[in-house]
């Protein structure tokens, strides 16, 4: 539908469903200069790519708590529990709008214990390890795929939060700063 807005200019209507959100979280885990990525296999919004270790929606009670999203998922994706990481922390927030709704995306990075060298496995694809490099190469969800791609360009050498806003040709991102 077509509005008018004074002096012949015209705004489009948009179809997108004002407030429509899909919060959602993932956590890349790294030990010995590689990282634990999943093949999804199976999802209901991600499928076939290479995604985080692990990672998923919202549940209503964790909905102001993404840390809280990202250990649940940690755990019945990996079975994984915060004990055996170190040094977890929320580095990349994105937003990208698609397919009628706004998608928040909370990207957390942590390195297994040492004292865990054991084989990982997942009920939702095909964990592999990769070393830092080669992730960048590997097909995965838009977002993600930038946010790996600044990590490993920039992000690795700090310890800073990044907001990430999506257009259609790439992410831009920014310090997030606590002020």
């Given amino acids: 539908m077509n509005l008018r807005k ?10 997108f469903n004002d407030g429509k959100l899909r919060n959602m979280t993932s956590v890349y885990i790294s030990q010995d200069n590689k990282i634990l990525l999943l ?13 985080g270790s692990a990672g998923g929606h919202f549940e209503e009670f964790e909905l102001n708590d993404a840390r809280a999203c990202m250990l649940r998922e940690l755990k019945e994706e990996l079975n994984l529990s915060e004990k055996m990481l170190e040094n977890i922390k929320l ?29 990982l496995n997942s009920n939702e694809g095909i964990a592999k390890w990769f070393d ?5 190469s590997l097909e995965m969800p838009y977002t993600a795929k930038y946010v ?14 990044y ?17």
């Fill in 39 to 51: 093949y999804r296999k199976g999802g209901r919004v991600v499928n076939d790519v290479w995604v």
């Fill in 91 to 119: 580095r990349y927030v994105t937003l990208r709008r698609t397919k009628g709704e706004i998608r928040q995306n909370y990207y957390f990075f942590a390195k297994l214990n040492q004292d865990y060298k054991i084989e």
């Fill in 132 to 136: 830092i490099e080669e992730i960048k």
């Fill in 148 to 161: 790996i791609e600044h990590y490993v360009d920039i992000g690795i050498k700090d310890d800073l939060i």
């Fill in 163 to 179: 907001g990430g806003i999506a257009n259609s040709e790439k992410v831009v991102f920014i310090e997030l700063p606590e002020f």
């Fill in 6 to 15: 004074g002096k012949g200019q015209k705004i489009m209507k948009s179809n």
